[in-house]
């Protein structure tokens, strides 16, 4: 009878042992996917991060292809006009910080050169002292 007793002891400590091994694995195995999960989800991120940031800097690059982003910038660093076009230079208050009066002027004859571009010392000339 005494060693049925050790008998049914012994084979429940080893099988607490057994079962602690197999938490103990189980756990390990929660943990390490839980690690690669969050792993997962921040690359996912900075992929959709770096997704957002290509599709931001191919647009700019379509926008500075254009021939809309073309004459906008020939208009305002080269002082460029279509043949069409009015040059309307706008009078700024300086009291009151703010856009208060336009009126157009018109261009003479005599200030466009041959290609139809007006001239940048006349303009500037007029543009200060008339």
């Keep these: 009878m005494m060693k049925k007793k050790w008998g049914i002891g012994v084979v429940i400590i080893l099988g607490c042992i057994v079962f602690g091994w197999v938490t103990t694995i189980a756990w390990k195995h929660v943990e390490r996917n839980r690690v690669i999960q969050k792993e997962i989800a921040l690359l996912q991120t900075e992929a959709d991060r770096i997704r957002l940031e290509n599709e931001t800097l ?17 208009k305002e660093k ?20 703010i856009i208060d009066k336009r009126e157009t002027i018109p261009i003479p004859h005599e200030d466009v050169d041959e290609a139809g571009i007006f ?12």
């Design 58 to 74: 191919s647009e700019k690059i379509r926008y500075f292809d254009s021939e809309e982003f073309r004459e906008q910038e020939a």
């Design 78 to 97: 080269l002082g460029l006009k279509k043949e069409e076009e009015t040059v309307v230079a706008i009078k700024q208050f300086a009291e009151e910080g």
């Design 119 to 130: 001239s940048h010392p006349l303009k500037w000339w007029k543009m200060f002292f008339q």
